[in-house]
C-alpha cells in the first residue's frame, strides 16, 4: 500500500515521472477561489494579498492539489505601459482602441520593465509569497507569468493591427518585437521562482489556432516560446505553456518547446496530444469548465474525469480543467470533480489502465 502523499510530492512524483498515490488535480480556478471567498475579482486585482487568501480558502475547502496564481491577461502589458480597463466581476483587459505600440519601431527605444516596481506584476509575486509561505511546504504553487511573447506583441499593438503587420513588415522587425516581448516575459518568469513558486508558466491564447494558423504559429511563436522555455528551465524552474483552442495542428511542436508542463485546453484530444508530446511531458487537463463543470450533471463531470484519465492512461497527467474555470460553477460541481479526480485518479486505477493498455 503507498503511503499518502502530500498534495505537492504528487505533482513532483508526476514530474519526476512516477506514479503517485493519486494524480494530482490542479484546476485554472482562480475566478472561481475569488468567487469562493465572497469577492469580486476587482476587490483582488491589484492586491497580490488578497488572491492569495482567496486561494487558501478554496484550495483548503475542497482539498485539490494546487493554485495557480492569475489574475487577467493584462497585466505584462500594463507595465510595460499599455492602457488597461478594469471591469468589477471580469477579469482586467487592455484597451486595444488605444494601443501603445502606434508603430512597431517603437520597440527599440522601449527596456524592460522592472518587474518589481512596474504596474501589478509585484503583485502577482505578492499572492506567490504569501501562497509559499502559508501552504506552499504541501501544496504546488504554479505562479503563472501572464502572457507569452505573441500575446504581448499583439496586446501592445492591437490584435487586429499585429496580424496585418506580420503580412507586411519586415520579418527582422517582427522578431525584433517579439524578442523584446519575450525578454519581459522571462524576466516575471524568473520573478515567479524568486518569489517561491514550484513551477512557473505563460498563457500565449493569441499564438492559437483560434487566431492563426499552424503555419503561422510555426513562423512567428514557437521559436520565441522555445527560447523562453529554455532560459526559464535554466533558471531551475519547471515551466509551463497554455494555448487556448483546439492545439491538434501543434501540439507536437508545443511539446517540442521543452516545457515541463503543457495545460491542453478542453477543445484538444487527450489521446492525440498524449501521442503527440514527450512522455516526460506533463499533460494538464482537460475537463471543459463549461459544460460539464458549469452545466453538466455529477454523472457528466464524473464521465469527463474518468475519460481524460482513461485517454491518457494516467501517464504523465494533472488532472484540471482545460481553460479558467468559471465563477459560476456551482459548489457541488466542483466537489464533483475533485472527488472524480481522486476517483479515478488513484494509483490502483491508473496501473489498471496500464496493464490493460500494455
Not at 515541463?260 to 487537463?285: C, F, N, Q, S, Y
Not at 453538466?296 to 474525469?305: L, P
Amino acid at each position: 500500500m503507498t503511503s499518502e502523499m502530500t498534495s505537492l510530492e504528487r505533482c513532483q512524483a508526476v514530474m519526476e515521472g512516477r506514479v503517485p498515490d493519486y494524480l494530482p488535480i490542479v484546476p485554472q480556478s482562480f475566478m472561481y477561489a475569488v468567487e469562493t471567498a465572497g469577492l469580486k475579482i476587482s476587490e483582488v486585482n491589484r492586491n497580490g494579498r488578497k488572491m492569495a487568501e482567496c486561494h487558501i480558502l478554496s484550495q483548503e475547502k475542497y482539498g485539490y492539489d494546487g493554485c495557480i496564481i492569475d489574475f487577467d491577461d493584462a497585466s505584462i502589458a500594463e507595465a510595460i505601459g499599455a492602457k488597461v480597463i478594469y471591469r468589477e466581476d471580469e477579469p482586467a483587459i487592455v484597451d486595444e482602441n488605444e494601443p501603445l505600440l502606434k508603430d512597431l519601431r517603437q520597440i527599440y527605444d522601449m527596456t524592460v520593465p522592472d518587474i518589481l516596481s512596474s504596474g501589478r506584476l509585484n503583485e502577482w509575486l505578492e499572492a506567490t509569497r504569501v501562497l509559499k509561505e502559508r501552504i506552499g511546504d504541501h501544496v504546488f504553487i504554479m505562479g503563472r507569468a501572464d502572457q507569452g511573447p505573441f500575446s504581448i506583441a499583439c496586446l501592445l499593438r492591437g490584435t487586429t493591427q499585429f496580424m496585418m503587420d506580420l503580412l507586411t513588415e519586415d520579418k527582422k522587425l517582427i522578431d525584433d518585437v517579439l524578442e523584446y516581448c519575450r525578454q519581459v516575459s522571462l524576466a516575471f518568469a524568473c520573478a515567479q521562482k524568486d518569489a517561491g513558486a514550484h513551477a512557473t508558466s505563460i498563457g500565449d491564447a493569441l499564438a492559437g489556432p483560434n487566431l492563426i494558423s499552424p503555419d503561422m504559429y510555426r513562423e512567428f511563436a514557437l521559436e520565441p516560446e522555445r527560447r523562453l522555455t529554455h532560459d526559464v528551465q535554466e533558471y531551475g524552474i519547471p515551466f509551463s505553456v497554455h494555448i487556448c483552442g483546439d492545439s491538434t495542428g501543434i501540439i507536437g511542436d508545443m511539446g517540442s518547446t521543452g516545457a515541463r508542463i503543457l495545460e491542453v485546453d478542453w477543445k484538444m484530444d487527450m489521446a492525440k496530444a498524449r501521442a503527440a508530446v514527450p512522455r516526460e511531458t506533463v499533460l494538464m487537463g482537460n475537463v471543459n469548465p463549461s459544460y460539464p463543470l458549469v452545466f453538466g450533471t455529477k454523472q457528466e463531470i464524473e464521465d469527463a474525469v474518468r475519460e481524460v484519465v482513461e485517454k491518457t492512461r494516467g501517464e504523465g497527467l494533472f488532472i484540471s480543467s482545460g481553460c479558467a474555470m468559471g465563477r459560476n460553477t456551482p459548489e457541488e460541481n466542483m466537489k464533483c470533480f475533485v472527488a472524480a479526480g481522486r476517483r479515478y485518479g488513484s494509483r490502483e486505477e491508473v496501473m489498471r489502465l496500464r496493464e490493460k493498455n500494455a
